[in-house]
C-alpha cells in the first residue's frame, strides 16, 4: 500500500509555526530581517506546509519566537516528518502522532468513519472508554484514568466547535455485541450513539451481520476533509503503535468508494434492535 503523509505533517508544523510566530507579535519580514537563513518567501512556504523544513530551521524559529524547549522539541520531531515516508514507524514520541490528527480532526469540516469491533472514540462514553483502556493493560489505573479525560476533552472540543463539523460514522455490528464493560454499559454506549445521533450534523448507521461480506473487511479507517482547498482530504489509518496518513487524491477516492458501499448497506443506529 502506497504510503504518503509529508505534506499532512508540513501542513501541521506550517500552522504551529504560524501561531508562534502570531503569539510574537513578529511579521514575516520581522524574521526575515532577523539573519536565520530564512528568506521571507522561504518562509511563506514553510508556514503554508509547501517545502520541507530543517530541524535547524525550526529550533531557530522557535528560538526567536520564544518557545519553551519541550515545544521546540516537539516541532523539531515532527520535522523530521516534513521530507520522510514512514516516520511515524521511526518516531520514538508515539503521542506526536496522535496530536498531528488531533489536530487535524480540530479542523476538518467532515469527518467519515467504519469501525467494526469498537465504537469510536468521538462517540464512546465514559464508562466504555474506561473499559477499552482498561482492556490495554499496557499502562497503570492512574495513567488510564488521565486517557480517558483526555478522551472526554477531546470529545468535548470537537462537540462544541461552531460551525460543527459534520460526522458520519458506520459501525460493524460486532461494535454493538461484543459487551465491552459488561452489558450495562454496552446498553448504556448504545443508547448514547442514539441520541448523539439525532443532532443535525451526526448520522450513525449499523452494518449488520447479514450483509455479509462487505467491502470494508479490511479494517477501521477514517476520512477526513477540509474546507480550505489549500488543506488534502486525509484518510487516517491506525495501529497500536503509530497511523498512516494517505493524501494521494486516488487514495482518498478509494476509500470514499469503499466507505460509500458500506454507508448504502448499513441500517440507522436508531432502527437497529
Same mark, same amino acid.
Given at each position: 500500500? =502506497? ?13 504551529? *509555526? ?19 537563513? %530564512?528568506?521571507? =518567501? ?93 482492556? &490495554? ?25 461552531? =460551525? ?11 461494535? $454493538? ?26 448520522? %450513525?448507521?449499523? *452494518? ?28 487516517? *489509518? ?9 493524501? &494521494? ?10 466507505? &460509500? $458501499? ?12
Amino acid at each position: 500500500m =502506497p504510503v504518503t503523509g509529508q505534506r499532512v505533517v508540513r501542513r501541521a508544523l506550517g500552522r504551529r *509555526l504560524t501561531l508562534l510566530r502570531t503569539a510574537s507579535g513578529k511579521s514575516r519580514r520581522e524574521v526575515a530581517e532577523a539573519r536565520l537563513g %530564512i528568506s521571507e =518567501p522561504t518562509l511563506h512556504r514553510i508556514e503554508t506546509g509547501k517545502v520541507p523544513v530543517t530541524v535547524a530551521n525550526v529550533r531557530a524559529l522557535c528560538w526567536l519566537y520564544g518557545a519553551d524547549e519541550s515545544v521546540t522539541a516537539a516541532l523539531a520531531e515532527l520535522a523530521l516528518g516534513t521530507s520522510q515516508e514512514e516516520w511515524w514507524d521511526t518516531s520514538p514520541a508515539i503521542p506526536e502522532w496522535f496530536k498531528l490528527y488531533v489536530g487535524l480532526e480540530a479542523s476538518a469540516s467532515q469527518i467519515c468513519s467504519y469501525d467494526g469491533e469498537i465504537v469510536p472514540g468521538e462517540l464512546q462514553t465514559e464508562q466504555y472508554a474506561r473499559s477499552v483502556f482498561g482492556a &490495554e493493560q499496557s499502562v497503570d489505573s492512574e495513567v488510564a484514568e488521565r486517557q480517558v479525560k483526555l478522551r472526554m476533552q477531546r470529545q468535548k472540543t470537537l462537540f462544541s466547535r461552531s =460551525p460543527a463539523p459534520r460526522l458520519v460514522t458506520v459501525l460493524g455490528e460486532g461494535a $454493538l455485541t461484543r459487551p465491552v464493560g459488561g452489558a450495562a454499559v454496552l446498553e448504556a454506549q448504545i443508547a448514547h450513539l442514539r441520541q448523539v445521533a439525532r443532532r443535525d450534523n451526526i448520522e %450513525i448507521k449499523v *452494518l449488520p451481520w447479514s450483509v455479509g461480506a462487505h467491502a470494508a473487511m479490511a479494517g477501521a479507517f477514517r476520512i477526513l476533509d477540509f474546507d480550505d482547498p489549500d488543506d488534502p482530504d486525509v484518510v487516517y *489509518l491506525e495501529s497500536h503503535v503509530g497511523a498512516l496518513y494517505l493524501e &494521494e487524491p486516488a487514495e482518498v477516492d478509494e476509500y470514499r468508494r469503499i466507505f &460509500e $458501499l458500506i454507508r448504502k448497506d448499513a441500517i440507522p443506529v436508531e432502527d437497529y434492535r
